[in-house]
């Protein structure tokens, strides 16, 4: 499966990232290639027609995607993860249904989660309500932002808290709403640094859910292990910053500055950038291995501890890695005939994409002084 993904980036997701970004356009073709080599099913159960893949070949094949397009693999890691989410919390027959759509159509699932004025950097507070609707369903109106995969996705998996419920423990409600449903309507308002190709827009829904949509118990979705995003977010940013790295390191072997005759390679300033660099990529590399291993071990608290190191290490190196790249290329670096601006800018939002790195230390403090903690925490 990685070789898989490996091939993929390299000959097909590499040559269009540019133009995703300069377009702020989605990656349909590199999602249709995902499909035809079965990858687009990597996290689907095998029960169910899909690949089954572990965390540990999950979210190497994710880093070897994110080599290639950004976009494609921060997406591909929202549409993956609620995949989890459905093989936990789904009925049979919603298994069935929707996992049969991703292997035999190739269907998008979004995760929506964010909204305005809200931040999980503290406890979250969730203003989209589920009312009941008498039939076992619900009628839920809100707007969410940040919306990856915006008006490509074919589902949006949508949370909100039941009417009446002040504590998202017992009444955060998540529902699947197709992206065709009359009530969703998508303002097209991306237009950010980097992570264009994310089309993350913003949406307002207004409604009705049918009970076959619901997905789980009021309050389940918050007993499941959640950790599956931020596990995946450190294999897109390593994974960027591996690309860079390459990059450094093949331009550092080949580059000539006359006068001299040989490759700036043989500069002593710049052997000590790469192996700086490549230092740390390694490093980073391990601890994602690590986080997925323990993940596969299923103790909550290990998880939690090993993802948020993961996460706010990779999503470090792999900025650093991009700036220093774009610094051994000098001037040249920010031309956009050669990719180092386009991965620093996506490298940006890694510090900040949910669970930011503050939270993550916090998090992490928290554990190592023995203390009660939790990535993410809803009111």
């Not at 009312?131 to 949370?159: I, M, N």
């Amino acid at each position: 499966m990685v070789e898989r993904a490996t091939a993929l980036a390299r000959e097909r997701f590499a040559p269009r990232a540019a133009r995703y970004d300069a377009e702020s356009s989605f990656p349909y073709e590199n999602y249709a290639d995902l499909h035809a080599a079965g990858l687009l099913a990597l996290t689907v159960p095998r029960e169910y027609g899909g690949v089954g893949a572990d965390p540990v070949t999950y979210v190497h094949a994710l880093r070897e995607i994110a080599k290639g397009c950004s976009a494609t693999a921060l997406t591909f890691n929202m549409h993956s993860t609620v995949t989890t989410f459905l093989a936990a919390l789904g009925t049979e027959e919603q298994r069935r249904r929707y996992f049969g759509e991703i292997v035999g159509r190739g269907t998008r699932i979004a995760s929506i989660t964010s909204e305005p004025e809200q931040s999980f950097r503290d406890k979250f507070v969730l203003n989209t309500v589920f009312r009941p609707a008498g039939d076992g369903g619900y009628r839920v109106a809100g707007v969410k932002q940040f919306c990856s995969l915006g008006d490509a996705a074919d589902y949006f998996f949508v949370t909100g808290i039941l009417e009446g419920q002040t504590s998202a423990r017992e009444g955060v409600v998540p529902a699947m709403i197709p992206s065709r449903d009359a009530g969703v309507k998508i303002e097209g308002t991306w237009n950010a640094t980097g992570m264009r190709g994310t089309i993350s827009h913003t949406i307002r829904y207004d409604c009705a859910v049918d009970p076959a949509n619901v997905v789980g118990r009021p309050g389940q979705y918050l007993t499941i292990d959640l950790q599956g995003f931020a596990l995946g977010y450190a294999a897109v940013y390593l994974g960027i910053g591996e690309a860079a790295f390459e990059y450094m390191a093949e331009y550092a072997r080949t580059k000539v500055q006359p006068p001299s005759t040989e490759p700036i390679s043989h500069h002593p300033l710049v052997q000590r950038t790469v192996a700086e660099v490549g230092t740390q990529i390694r490093a980073a590399r391990l601890l994602l291995h690590e986080a997925a291993t323990v993940k596969l071990a299923d103790d909550r608290e290990a998880t939690m501890l090993a993802v948020n190191q993961a996460k706010t290490y990779c999503a470090d190196v792999g900025l650093m890695a991009t700036e220093r790249a774009l610094r051994l290329a000098g001037g040249r670096g920010i031309l956009k005939d050669m990719p180092l601006e386009r991965w620093h800018r996506d490298a940006l939002a890694g510090p900040v994409m949910p669970p930011a790195n503050d939270r993550c230390l916090e998090t992490v403090g928290k554990l190592l002084c023995g203390l009660r903690a939790a990535t993410l925490e809803f009111q």
